[in-house]
């Protein structure tokens, strides 16, 4: 017991001994430690969480490898503690920084034959903000898709309003069979045999943070996912077309103002009833599903952690950094994959890819070769 208590001394001395550099190194794990494990706790948990969720997802990989070398210029007991701090926190984090290691052994084959050639691409403001209807249409059509999956069928003032282009839309896609509900618009070679629009009215209330705004356009706010059942020989597909809410005010409001969380917080509770919604959907339908769209969510996000805990939501086909925002009109680089395609009850992908936008909106499109599995 003497020799113990003689121990302790010498170690509280070893500590005041510590340098600048070797206080800085364990003060910087800490940190991060703190914040990681505060990252697993709350993500999808409370909504104040939700602005960190949009934090660019190669930016985890940073502190690791920070982690690794300022270790070298640490005191030697403390290295190899800092060392296994940075290798730990590294696994931890590497699903959600965004890399796609996979991509560099794929040999680029598809995976089988496509039952489906699905394209699905968030329009930004229709042909509304480009202000070309005819290269729009064009360029729709020479995606020579079987299915359209498109979002954001609407144009803006100072808000969101809806529009009318079905005649203009059935015009291009003559004999193809449409569906429509608040911004999605689902258009399909084959016959669609159920729509169904999932709609937050009936557990976000009238009181709520998440409540449409007086005057608003409701249909806008309560409903963000259009699922479509099409018939393929002699087999249904369930086809779910969504555009979740943005997490936080991409303009126009600063996070230090009380406008900018009052956001955050409708937001949160909007697409938690939306993702909700769309999951106890998922559990109840018996087809092969693919969900597919702007999920304004990264790999960080609560949204697609419980998607990929329900589906499979591969990475694009021989990408290393997937990403798909911002390709226009934001003045940052593009770091985050916002759009997502995702499979389950017997559907995989076959091909799957980014397109480019040709310059008409700020999200990349999605190519997706849909195998709908045995009948």
């Not at 290691?101 to 042909?127: C, I, K, M, Q």
Request: glycine content about 8%; charged content about 20%; overall charge negative.
């Amino acid at each position: 017991m003497t020799g113990l208590l003689e121990d302790r001394p010498a170690a509280t001395e070893s500590r005041r001994r510590w340098c600048w550099g070797t206080r800085i190194v364990v003060a910087a794990a800490s940190a991060w430690t703190v914040f990681l494990i505060a990252h697993l706790l709350l993500t999808g948990e409370v909504w104040w969480w939700s602005a960190i969720e949009m934090t660019p997802p190669p930016a985890l990989a940073l502190p690791p490898a920070v982690l690794a070398v300022g270790a070298l210029w640490a005191a030697r007991g403390v290295r190899w503690r800092v060392e296994v701090v940075a290798a730990t926190t590294a696994l931890i984090v590497a699903p959600m920084t965004g890399f796609n290691p996979a991509a560099l052994l794929e040999d680029g084959e598809p995976d089988g034959e496509a039952d489906l050639r699905v394209f699905s691409w968030n329009t930004d403001y229709w042909h509304v903000r480009f202000d070309d209807p005819e290269a729009f249409y064009d360029h729709l059509l020479e995606q020579d898709a079987d299915v359209y999956l498109l979002t954001e069928y609407l144009t803006r003032t100072n808000m969101v309003v809806p529009i009318d282009d079905e005649a203009a839309l059935r015009e291009h896609f003559e004999g193809w069979h449409i569906s429509i509900a608040s911004e999605m618009v689902t258009i399909s070679r084959h016959p669609i045999v159920e729509q169904r629009a999932i709609d937050t009215t009936g557990v976000i209330g009238p009181d709520d943070p998440g409540a449409p705004g007086e005057g608003d356009w409701e249909e806008y706010w309560t409903t963000k996912v259009l699922r479509t059942d099409v018939e393929v020989d002699g087999r249904i597909a369930s086809l779910y077309n969504l555009h979740l809410a943005v997490p936080v005010p991409t303009e126009g409001s600063s996070p230090f103002g009380g406008e900018f969380w009052g956001h955050v917080r409708a937001q949160y509770q909007r697409r938690s009833a939306q993702v909700d919604l769309l999951l106890e959907d998922l559990a109840g339908n018996p087809h092969p599903v693919l969900v597919a769209g702007d999920l304004n969510s990264s790999a960080l996000s609560g949204a697609v952690t419980a998607l990929k805990n329900r589906l499979d939501c591969p990475d694009p086909d021989g990408e290393f950094l997937p990403t798909s925002w911002p390709q226009r009109r934001f003045g940052f680089p593009q770091l985050w994959r916002l759009d997502w395609a995702c499979t389950g009850t017997g559907a995989s992908i076959a091909g799957y890819g980014f397109g480019t936008a040709a310059g008409m909106s700020d999200h990349k499109s999605q190519h997706i070769d849909l195998v709908l599995g045995e009948a």
